[in-house]
């Protein structure tokens, strides 16, 4: 598409992606940690978000465009960038004084992320279309919560769903703030609330999904 074209573009596109992602993981996490405040507001939500037609038909398949267009873009300008340096003789590129381990390696949490989705879809999405389209289940309101804590007696898949989100953790206290500089809204005035507002968020959403996996290993073995 031409309006992709020039490197501004991409990075506007890209920013843009990543603060629909960055909604979608307060929405996400604010469902799953009521799975440790309350099973019955759990089920509820997740009833909701699994049976209504706009989030199943419409909001579902842009997510996953939007996680998808997401990666492609930023795999994109990582390879514009390689290029642009190579491309140079006079630039010389001093990795760790030009830039912090999160921004030089943004490639690699982003292949561990990708990886764990894969793993994320087929414990919950692959599932639940094989429940509802293969299977043909009748509707149940009250299954959510056990499918969830059922996940979460593996400990291997804990400990996998732990390091995932550390490496979202470092994705984010990159992605944040570099979302907001390509939107050009990173200016001098706002660059500190912007940067704290950025590690904090990181902390929390990361944070918050480890304990929801943590809680729910832990209380299987009370």
């Not at 419409?58 to 390879?79: K, N, R, S, T, W």
């Not at 470092?170 to 500190?192: E, I, T, Y």
């Amino acid at each position: 598409m031409r309006i992709f074209k020039t490197s501004v573009a991409r990075k506007v596109a890209m920013a843009l992606s990543a603060f629909f992602l960055i909604l979608f993981l307060v929405i996400h996490l604010a469902v799953n940690f009521m799975s440790v405040l309350s099973e019955d507001t759990f089920n509820m939500l997740s009833h909701f978000m699994g049976t209504n037609p706009l989030i199943q038909f419409a909001l579902q398949p842009v997510l996953l465009l939007g996680v998808i267009f997401h990666f492609v873009m930023g795999f994109i300008l990582e390879l514009q960038n390689k290029k642009a340096r190579g491309n140079n003789p006079y630039y010389s590129y001093n990795g760790a004084a030009n830039a912090s381990w999160m921004s030089r390696n943004m490639i690699i949490t982003g292949i561990m992320i990708l990886l764990f989705l894969a793993l994320h879809l087929y414990d919950f999405w692959v599932g639940e279309m094989n429940y509802k389209y293969i299977q043909g289940y009748a509707p149940d309101e009250t299954r959510y919560y056990g499918e969830l804590v059922e996940k979460f007696h593996s400990l291997w898949r804990v400990i996998l769903y732990v390091l995932a989100f550390v490496f979202l953790c470092l994705h984010l206290l990159h992605g944040f703030q570099s979302a907001f500089q390509s939107m050009g809204w990173k200016d001098d005035k706002r660059k500190k609330f912007i940067s704290c507002l950025g590690n904090w968020y990181s902390y929390i959403i990361c944070g918050g999904f480890i304990f929801v996996a943590l809680y729910h290993y832990i209380n299987s073995l009370i």
